[in-house]
């Protein structure tokens, strides 16, 4: 069968993932970004940013990808083009497409030389109403092409969260795509059926669709989240109430699920808030009010709140505390729109506490932002020594194996808030006190 050829115009956390993905299953990836350091490291091999089994990926497949900042020759030695710059929310929460015109007006002129039916595939996150107008306007107007006879244009969004991206790529729950044409339709159809590991559904919808999809799935996500954070406040106001049992019991029901239903932080990173946030705007647009994701935005934003005032309940001002973890979840180092982070800053910034911190990926990107008297610890066991007091922020993996006897030998006085229920309550005995998320006391 002959070879795909894909280009992909924005190598940044997704770009590169996909690009080592589609390697991985026999593509040959002409990866195009602006940016010069990105497009060396990934000629040289080297992954330009951190994702877990990225740079394996790079390493056994990187003679099936080149980069290039020249998005005419990218077009021109591909059958499919995939659109995946920054789409950073504006001062209004709607996404910005100033990144994203840019990629499309050249891309449009490229395809003014291209022959045959090339496809552009629009996978950034845009407001709803963005494709199938503003970006199927420009395509034609620079290449002199009508869309759906002289080039292919789908709108066709990922599902993948940071840390499991490649993994989510190849083996997605289903793929969405967006789309007028049959034909555009068909080889998308195809072109998956060779990438995903599992053969995953496809749900093909229109543009608009597809995009009110995209981050009505998101705000679905960040909804879920909140109710079960909800519970677990109710919980905690009743003693011997543990919700994490009360969420297991109702996600039974194939109506709920047990999925993103636990009592937790809240949730975070570049993707769960904005969406949420996008999705309101895009309501107000249309003069409707969508209380729900205002809601679920407030409800949000009191979570790291809720832990500094725990904090303050159990600890006098200038008391030690140790924050473990600082990304906004496990295997990724980003730190944006992160409740862990929220929860360290509050403590030392207003509220008077010394603070050690502690994170696995994360150390770098917290310290341009964290205050200078936050102490940055290289271990774990670094950050609890002469601490008063530990709050799990990040459920990484090692947090979850510290010992009872390492905190009573390390701390002063051994208090553990459990923000992810990582630990067990059968650790607060002896000199340790323990306090959970969601558990009443
Ligand atoms: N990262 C995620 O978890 C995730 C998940 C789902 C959807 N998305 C969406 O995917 C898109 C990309 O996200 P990301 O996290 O990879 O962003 P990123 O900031 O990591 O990468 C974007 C890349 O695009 C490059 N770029 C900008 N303008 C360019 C241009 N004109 N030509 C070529 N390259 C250009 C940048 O230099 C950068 O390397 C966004 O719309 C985002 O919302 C991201």
Redesign the pocket.
Known sequence: MKTTKVSI???????TSMAVAMAKRGCQVIG????PE?IRKINAGESP?EETGLQDLLTQFGRKITATAD?AEAVLKSDVTFV????PSQADGAFSNH?VL??VDRIGRALRHKKGYPIVVI???VMPGTTDTIIRSLLEKRSGKKCGRGFGLVYN??F???GS?IRDFLNPDFVLMGTRERKTQKWMEAFYGRICENKAPVQTLTPLEAEIGKISLNCFCTMKITFANMIAEVAEALPGVDAAQINRAIGLDTRIGQRYLAPGLGFGG??FPRDNVAFRVFAERLKITAFLPEAVHTSNRRQAARVVNRVRAILPKGGRVAVLGLSYKPFTPVIEESQALQVARQLAETQGFRVAVYDPQALDAARKVLPKAVAFAPSSAACLAGADLVILATPWPEFKTLSPTLLEKTMRHPVMIDCWRCWSPKMGRGKVRYWATGLGK
């Open positions: 115009i924005g190598m940044g956390k997704l770009g195009v970004d602006i940016n990105a940013v998005v995946v710059v920054a789409t990144q840019p990629a996978t950034c996150t969004p990922e993948i969260a940071l991206v570049p993707c």
